[in-house]
């Protein structure tokens, strides 16, 4: 800091300060509070300097004679440059070794080094546009193959052999030790504290939630791991490699084996790792790619988890039909006899191939009331979801709004607590039935989420700038099983992924078909009526069908669709009114539910359908 101005902004909460010699700066949350993470902007006044024949860069610089026509991505020059900073040979290609990357941003060409990100305009100029550096954090042996469905780092010896492991659910001192790492700059999230390496990134349990607790103590867990760029170490599931089969008319297969896929004329087969170029740019290919590689995790954490456990896994995004759209998947593992479990998670990038992967355990003590319901079906006459009930009280306490964190604690799920994202006023907006009439009714509620797959909307009983308790106005689940009795219509459900122009036009031709039922029932009805009353005998012909009986309930159906705030046209959700319900779409797909109160004033709900 003695470098540089006092900063206009920051540090922050998050840590990031930002100076007028255009440089941003994430420090470190503890003390004393070290640099993790510079950027340079291009407005930046010094030089970068680069060995010969390139010396001393400006931002802004033109630098498109190292892009030529042949190489306009510049891979020539990223490895010229590794091997300069790295002190490497001039015969060693990073890029093959995977511990380089050139990666296609939509403002930028970024070329990611260990330790460093230098970003050159997307124009024909390739003039400097930002740098960032970070320190080059030895992983240790966290850099070794490691298990996404067993969740743990398996240590070899020279010979290949599994001599030791360090697993999720450690106490961090043991993973640390058999690590032999040594990173002293810690990061403090919401929940737990993390600490980056080059190509990885570990998460540790913070089990109390003061401001001061700034580094994790020796009763913190080993709880998560992320795995990127330039990590080339092999990725497992359940004790398998995974595989790529890949083709110029598409893809092949995914598949999981010890052993190697037999090699195919015109066929690239290939470990798969976080580098993978050749899946960029081929949309179509890594849609599909994304959805066989669920298929594969998802299999093995069903034989990876016993009886009484819960396995479900979906892929997010593929659906879209734009450039640059994000694909990603998540596959869920929970035991409820046990009480434990972990999620699987992977990112690709579309325009590079490159993927992101994640492994963490669920540690939150909600998670039980959540998954014992997330393979239910939803009632969308109930008034209960994902094992909360609407107008039951919450104690917010311990808030944080500088952070947006809060402590939640249910009464009638016991002692347990969570730290859990806080957002203090958020206007809510429903869709509500008024004298016949659809409406949106705005309420401004506190929101929390980031726990029990569940985002709660809470109206506070007293002040909200004080610990007290609220009630619960609304529920928003990711249920995965089916939304059933939407307008007491039979046979209509939706499901978690249903695609929103299908949904739309399922819903459109149900309510048609149950209308000239009810049509046929009301005619039927009348008929018996006129008959009984002229002391006819009654007409067979008046009898309901057995379909026709399905449908007595039906009285109607009421329903609001709005659009995304983002000039697509694409709708973001559909509102059932007369059943306070709501279907939510994220990336073209059904994505949670969410109920509410039939009216904002209701006093009954706890005593008319909390119990239903």
Known sequence: QAYLSPPPYGPDDDGWAVYDESIQVLWGLSEPRHPLFIIAGNSYLGPLELPAPYGSVFMKDELKAHF????SFGRKFIVQLYNYFEEKSDDYNCITDSTCQVIEEDDAIQFKLPGMIIGFTKDERRALYYVAIQENIDAGKFLSPYDLVQRKSLLLDDKGSTIDEISLGLKWEAAKEKSESSNPKVQVDRNSFNKEYNGLRTFITKSHFDRDYQKPDEDEVYKGLSIFAPFNQPILVNGKKLWLELSNKGLVKVSASNQAPDKKDGVFVGAIQPTMPVLGLKPAVQAEFMTQLKNVILNEMKNFYSQNSVVYGNVRGHLENKIGRSMNLLVTGYNLSKKSGHIVYVSIQEKSGGLFFHTEMITDPFAPNAYSEVMNDVDANSRTLGGFKLGEAVQISAMDLGRDEATVQVATLGDMKERVNFEEEVSVNVVQNVDGQIRDMPETLSVISGFANVALGLRAEQSSDQDGPFTVKTITFSTQGKIKNLCNIPNLSFQYGD???????????AIEKANKIKSSIDTKKLNRQKNQMEGKPLDPKNDLTPEEELYQNYTGCQYSTSLKPDST??????SFPNQGLRLNFDLRALSSVTI???????????????NQ
Do not use: R
Not at 569 to 574: A, H, K, M, Q, V
């Open 596 to 610: 509410y109160p039939k009216s904002w004033d209701a006093s009954d709900i706890m005593n008319k359908g909390a």
């Open 68 to 71: 030529p026509a042949s190489d």
């Open 569 to 574: 046209g694409l709708f973001s959700d559909i």
């Open 499 to 509: 695609y929103d122009v299908t949904a739309q036009k399922l819903l459109i031709a």
